[in-house]
T-cell receptor, first 115, second 113 residues
């Protein structure tokens, strides 16, 4: 069973461009979480999705950021008109439905650099 | 609401010495606690989790953590450090259900030969 897959692993964008980050959850996992890790910081929650539904987006910036998890295909985190402050590592995690002890399995992350 | 405080952004120990990484939590509901490890340029790997079955939790790679409700702590320990333990360690808490994890800022562990 392959783990959580994220691509690309590294992404370089110039200010004003769009960044698209992809996350394929583990097989059988229907819950996806996106986290952002800024330098010298822990991971901060951004958004929690189930297939075709956004469950909690309380951690998402109000503008330029959006996320989806379609019925088919990977979850996508989109950042429009990127700025230097968006440079960070973005991690996706997936889990099965279940209780509070359910482990979230993390992908290797996408490291976004905005020039 | 939940929050986590990890005391010490950087801990350095000698190979073979005791490892102690501190984590204090705040939670308005019974907490679900986790320790994750992150190696350079890698994702996070679960070390252990508190499931309320026992206050002393054993994890992978010889690590263990003790849940102390009176101290709101969940410190991570390992009796003897190995060079391969050098990594970033994150304590995390969540509320009930499939709620997101709330992470501490992390502690970078260095192991000196």
């Amino acid at each position: 069973n392959a783990g959580v897959m994220q691509n690309p692993r590294h992404l370089v964008r110039r200010r004003g461009q769009e960044a698209r980050l992809r996350c394929s959850p583990m097989k059988g996992h229907s819950h996806v979480y996106w986290y952002r890790q800024l330098p010298e910081e822990g991971l901060k929650f951004m958004v929690y999705l189930q297939k075709e539904n956004i469950i909690d987006e309380s951690g998402m910036p109000k503008e330029r950021f959006s996320a989806e998890f379609p019925k088919e295909g990977p979850s996508i985190l989109r950042i429009q008109q990127v700025v230097r402050g968006d440079s960070a590592a973005y991690f996706c995690a997936s889990s099965t439905p279940g209780g509070s002890y359910n482990e979230q399995f993390f992908g290797p992350g996408t490291r976004l650099t905005v020039l | 609401a939940q929050s986590v405080t990890q005391l010490g952004s950087h801990v350095s120990v000698s190979e073979g010495a005791l490892v102690l990484l501190r984590c204090n939590y705040s939670s308005s509901v019974p907490p679900y606690l986790f320790w994750y490890v992150q190696y350079p340029n890698k994702g996070l790997q679960l070390l252990l989790k508190y499931t309320s079955a026992a206050t002393l939790v054993k994890g992978i790679n010889g690590f263990e953590a003790e849940f102390k409700k009176s101290e709101t702590s969940f410190h991570l320990t390992k009796p003897s450090a190995h060079m391969s333990d050098a990594a970033e360690y994150f304590c995390a808490v969540r509320g009930g259900g499939n709620t997101p994890l709330v992470f501490g800022k992390g502690t970078r562990l260095s192991v000196i030969a």
